[in-house]
T-cell receptor, first 115, second 114 residues
Framework: AQKVTQAQTEISVVEKEDVTLDCVYE???????LFWYKQPPSGELVFLIR??????QNEISGRYSWNFQKSTSSFNFTITASQVVDSAVYFC????????????FGTGTSLTVIP | DAGITQSPRHKVTETGTPVTLRCHQT?????MYWYRQDPGHGLRLIHY???????DKGEVSDGYSVSRSKTEDFLLTLESATSSQTSVYFC?????????????FGPGTRLTVT
């Protein structure tokens, strides 16, 4: 079965704090892809990153970083020095050779950054 | 930004009436998807298309049908709307690798069934 779990439903942090959003996935495939999306209060869905199962290198993009660990089936997302504009719902998603063209999304983590 | 539009953006309809939502893309992408977003469920796939006239079911396809007669248009039809289909509907597109590529989403359609 393919499954994505985002156990943190809601998180609040004070501006400039670091925050990590957890994503745990399940798949029996050896070839799979993981994604993060951002949904700000305006409602659109914004693609942030894609990672394939053969590339465990961590990625950094500005204040955003992603930690992919196959050993724990996790693909966590860290925002450093959070800003009010980071307030959004963040979704983790999984696709694999087994699921073909289907994405499986987690239920999302709502992040509120307090000024 | 990917060229994806959805129409209408908002719709209120009555139980039992047919409803068609339209997704239009200008990117000439092969794959198109329809999702629904509900609180506590994230996004769930309804149907997707991997080419003109080629479609397949997703996780929550009951009560929905789709059609794709042109590369740029993907229609979602609720034959007889029910209150459980009140939701926000998102269309998405992705490149030739389908699920191995990131998806880009339209702005969404908020549908209320009374």
């Amino acid at each position: 079965a393919q499954k994505v779990t985002q156990a943190q439903t809601e998180i609040s942090v004070v501006e400039k704090e670091d925050v990590t959003l957890d994503c745990v996935y399940e798949t029996r495939d050896t070839t799979y892809y993981l994604f993060w999306y951002k949904q700000p209060p305006s409602g659109e869905l914004v693609f942030l990153i894609r990672r394939n199962s053969f590339d465990e290198q961590n990625e950094i993009s500005g204040r955003y970083s992603w930690n992919f660990q196959k050993s724990t089936s996790s693909f966590n997302f860290t925002i450093t020095a959070s800003q009010v504009v980071d307030s959004a719902v963040y979704f983790c998603a999984l696709s694999s050779q087994f699921t073909g063209n289907q994405f499986y999304f987690g239920t999302g983590t709502s992040l509120t950054v307090i000024p | 930004d990917a060229g994806i539009t959805q129409s209408p953006r908002h719709k209120v309809t009555e139980t039992g009436t047919p409803v068609t939502l339209r997704c239009h893309q200008t990117e000439n992408h092969r794959y198109m998807y329809w999702y629904r977003q509900d609180p506590g469920h994230g996004l769930r796939l309804i149907h997707y298309s991997y080419g003109v006239k080629d479609t397949d079911k997703g996780e929550v396809s009951d009560g929905y049908s789709v059609s794709r007669s042109k590369t740029e248009d993907f229609l979602l039809t609720l034959e007889s709307a029910t209150s459980s289909q009140t939701s926000v509907y998102f269309c998405a597109i992705s490149g030739p690798g389908g699920g191995f590529h990131e998806q880009y989403f339209g702005p969404g359609t908020r549908l209320t069934v009374t």
